[in-house]
């Protein structure tokens, strides 16, 4: 728990999570150094501590809309997106548009004050902050939002209320210090204190409020943030601008800035050349010294955005390009843009050579200094022989990022990169700039606040510090500090161990989409984890080693649901799900190639199991429950449902229309019962039938001829094998089904997982298509809706996200009833094919915050699209989730 994005390593001597303001202010009078850390992915070391870490993200999570979307109140622990996504429905979004917004908080994102591609200054955090409850170290605890919030300050921190109207008129008055504030805040800056608090903002409490703002958690604790929202753009137009040099790029800004874009991203050479693979545009382009500017315009209608682009054309026709300038409106082509941009840190940070760090940062200069500052920058890496380096970033408000990768545990490597490191700040600063834009002083920063703000405003951090926090026990070492060697102490090694461990950057992206963040460990903490173990290993420590690995067990490999979720949010792709199958792969080999040569006995046998136990429960449950602790056998509960039917064989006289390979997860896991034990389904459709059924007779209805493959009975996708890491049984299997499914007739599987599974099983051998696809594609129009549902509850698939079936997930559902809730917080249910069996504790876990999303409201029907999955949430909510098609099936009577 102590690692995050950044290249520090601190070992904290205790973790604590608090889940109130109150026990906040009980933890500060501990008097012990504390620092909160909710996401983890700063990336400038402001989230790790060698004191107490304190996890503010397992119970901060409440969002609140307010203002019918204005406002919203939200806990520290909740993440960008679930915030936007909760605003979605009213046009709204925040301001702050982080490239992490999947994993970043928003405590994270005020505590450094984020901003974002398009965000700028003018809707910051800074910017659109409207209140907060904070925690003080002295225990009180404040909600600026208050009318009275002022004279409560006054009353409970009458010090730290003169203090701040002190250092109100000290900078105010002081024509240096004022100019030097303003100068320096008109840029992205998140270099010490926010002064411009102290201009801004005549009230102590609006001013604390504003302080808090980018104090990286130095001066309390936030424990609930109210801040103005934005209009959501939901159309835009984007081109992608290639420049002969970075000269004539930055040239050009003036007047594209002026065409008033809400974003100009900025792409060097260097960032092409990492690129060219990935966009048509530059293919063909033999790449020298080129820049690109990516520019895109956003409004709230498609007629706006076509306006504000012609208005630009005139200017992008006038501009000496390499490629031909437009403006595109198509989604696919500007995701590719973008996915080019956004994924510079990924090509570089994942091509990093094994055990080296990949370093990010971020200044900011005036833009006319943008040129000048570049080529110098270059300069630098040249000079210090870093040959990899990329530089893009914000070119419209003159911040760059720069990402070069080093060796921290080599002394060489570090001395190396504190020599760059001075030779950066002299060059930034001496171009009127700022040493951090957007990711906050931190660890990395803080020997050269002074030097940015000269010894006057440096004293008035100083004293805000004093002030509020006087005993020095908020995030000791972060923002101010006096050690000229802070940034070069504490930093990372990274021992090669796996490849998917090697290539990790700790950056936390993966961990709001991990179904067993809440109960053991996340991706980023296993691989963490790993890397604590080899080096353990390296260090001779063999009891620390069998300690780690001992727990490892548990917590990184038995509750990894190895759903793959991880990977869609991971910038450099890594699937901690195949490590884990790996470490899976045990000496059960031979039992489970037994079963893939028997699959039909197999499934038969453990249907017949279920449904014997739903008979006898009274001898079922202890028999289970004994077994369970003695060799960890799955465990049966009352809400299982019983097994189903056998696989059905279809031989049509004529040549079918599509294969069905039905799954044999139907044949374990019956139908959704009319009573699923001691927590009885509420909904009034419980009569749920087999899925299987539910398509033939869609099919039937359509017109559409289905055949079943040979030998279907013993025949399986492969997913049981390859999650557990059973090669042998998965080789065999695979030998099996591919002459199976050989030809040119469409294959239909009624259950996502198995499509996934199928389809890297067969590769080309076959054409793979899940059932809701091709009910969205060829049955839907053929079928007549008799009865549409008023509310559905509908919960995507792990495998449907991965696979990009939710859209024809959302058709299908979108057909059977009026409105279909998607949870906002939705996660895989972690019933994993049998990790729901194995260890019901994660699914409990990974479902939680969706249970209680749903609390409390009706809808008509519950529906998914994967068998076991649906038997996962059947039990985590006590409603009756059953296929989608089994729903329109019913509905199309």
């Known amino acids: 728990m102590a690692r995050d994005a950044s290249h520090f390593d601190l070992t904290p001597r205790a973790v604590v999570t608090v889940a109130s303001a109150e026990e906040v202010a009980r933890l500060f009078a501990v008097g012990l150094p504390l620092t909160f850390r909710s996401g983890g992915t700063s990336l400038s070391g402001q989230g790790v501590t060698d004191g107490i870490l304190v996890d503010s993200r397992r119970h901060f999570r409440d969002i609140a809309v307010l203002d019918h979307g204005l406002r919203v109140r939200v806990g520290p622990g909740a993440t960008v997106r679930q915030v936007n996504a909760r605003l979605a429905r009213y046009g709204r979004m925040l301001g702050p548009d982080p490239a992490s917004e999947v994993a970043c908080t928003l405590g994270g994102v005020v505590a450094n004050n984020s901003s974002g591609m398009a965000c700028g200054t003018a809707a910051n955090s800074y910017a659109l902050i409207d209140s907060v409850v904070v925690v003080l170290p002295s225990g009180t605890i404040l909600d600026t939002g208050d009318t009275d919030a002022d004279d409560r300050l006054r009353a409970l921190e009458p010090a730290l209320w003169e203090g701040l109207a002190r250092l109100r008129d000290r900078v105010r008055d002081d024509p240096a210090s004022r100019t030097s504030v303003e100068r320096q805040f008109a840029l992205k800056n998140t270099m010490g204190y926010g002064l411009n608090a102290l201009l801004d903002h005549d009230r102590p409490a609006d001013i604390l409020t504003h302080l808090l703002v980018g104090s990286e958690g130095t001066l309390g604790f936030l424990a609930s943030i109210v801040m103005r929202t934005v209009p959501v753009h939901a159309h835009a137009r984007t081109g992608f601008l290639v420049f002969e040099d970075l000269a004539a790029a930055t040239a050009a800004l003036p007047e594209l800035v002026a065409t008033g874009p809400a974003a100009i991203e900025l792409l060097d050479a260097t960032s092409l050349r990492v690129g060219q693979p990935d966009l048509d545009a530059l293919h063909t382009l033999n790449i020298r010294d080129q820049a690109a500017l990516l520019v895109e315009y956003r409004a709230g209608s498609a007629a706006e955005a076509d306006d504000q682009a012609g208005r630009a054309t005139g200017v992008l026709g006038r501009l000496d390009l390499e490629t031909p300038p437009a403006l595109m409106a198509d989604a696919a082509a500007r995701n590719r843009l973008w996915h080019l941009r956004k994924g510079l840190y990924a090509k570089v940070a994942g091509a990093r050579p094994a055990g080296t760090a990949a370093l990010l940062e971020d200044i900011a200069v005036p833009v006319p200094e943008l040129l000048p500052t570049c080529r110098e920058l270059i300069g630098l890496f040249e000079r210090h022989a870093y040959d990899h380096a990329v530089i893009f970033g914000h070119a419209k408000d003159g911040n760059i990022h720069f990402m070069l990768t080093e060796r921290l545990g080599d002394p060489s490597g570090r001395d190396r990169f504190g020599r760059f490191t001075e030779d950066m700040v002299g060059l930034v600063l001496s171009r009127g700039g700022t040493l951090k834009a957007e990711h906050g002083t931190g660890r990395m920063m803080t020997p050269f606040v002074r030097r940015q703000y000269g010894d006057e405003l440096y004293d008035v951090m100083r004293e805000i510090k004093r002030l509020c926090d006087p005993g020095g026990i908020l995030n000791p070492g972060v923002l101010l500090s006096d050690d000229p060697g802070a940034h070069l102490a504490g ?34 903490q296993r691989i963490v984890l790993r890397r604590a173990i080899e080096q353990a290993r390296r260090d001779g420590d063999p009891a620390l080693v069998a300690s780690l690995e001992k727990d490892y067990e548990y917590d990184g490999v038995d509750t990894c649901a190895v759903d793959g979720m991880c990977q869609t949010a991971c910038p450099v792709q890594i699937n901690t799900g195949d490590l884990v199958r790996r470490l899976r792969s045990t000496d059960a080999q031979a039992a489970w190639s037994f079963a893939a040569r028997h699959w039909s006995a197999t499934t038969r ?35 299982l449902p019983g097994g189903g039917s056998p696989r059905p064989r279809l031989t049509p006289a004529g040549r079918p229309d599509a294969i069905l390979f039905a799954s044999c997860t139907n044949t374990m896991f019956g139908p959704t019962s009319k009573d699923t034990g001691d927590t009885p389904p509420r909904s009034p459709h419980r009569d749920t039938g087999d899925m ?7 099919c039937a209805r359509a017109g559409i001829v289905l055949a079943t493959p040979p030998g279907l009975p013993g025949l399986c996708c492969g997913t049981p094998w390859k999650s557990k890491g059973m090669t042998r049984g998965h080789d065999a299997m695979a030998e099996r089904v591919r002459p199976a499914l050989a030809g040119d007739v469409p294959v239909v599987v009624d259950a996502a997982s198995c499509t996934e599974g199928l389809r890297q099983l067969v590769g080309a051998d076959a054409t793979i298509i899940d059932a809701v696809q091709y009910t969205a594609d060829v049955l839907l129009d053929r079928l007549t809706v008799t009865e549409r549902l008023g509310d559905l509850a509908l919960h995507p698939t792990c495998s449907a996200q991965r696979m990009g079936l939710t859209p024809a997930l959302l058709k299908v559902a979108g057909a059977v009833a009026e409105r279909v809730t998607v949870p906002s917080s939705w996660g895989c249910c972690g019933f994993a094919g049998d990790r729901g069996l194995l260890h019901p504790e994660l699914t409990a876990a990974a479902t939680a915050p969706q249970v209680a999303e749903l609390a409390g409201r009706h809808f008509d029907a519950y529906a998914s699209c994967n068998r076991t999955c649906e038997v996962g949430m059947t039990r985590a909510t006590g409603h009756p989730y059953v296929h989608v098609l089994d729903v329109l099936e019913r509905v199309t009577r």
Do not use: N, Q, Y
């Open 605 to 639: 046998t453990m249907g017949a199991a279920l449904s014997t136990a739903r008979r006898l429960p009274l001898i079922a449950s202890p028999v289970s429950r004994a077994a369970h602790r003695a060799v960890g056998a799955p465990l049966w509960t009352r809400d």
């Open 491 to 524: 930093l990372k090694t990274s021992p090669p161990v796996e490849e998917e461990v090697d290539r990790c950057v700790e950056c936390g992206f993966c961990e709001p989409v991990c179904p067993s963040r809440d109960l053991t460990t996340t991706p980023r």
């Open 692 to 698: 299987r059924s539910a398509f033939a007779l869609l």
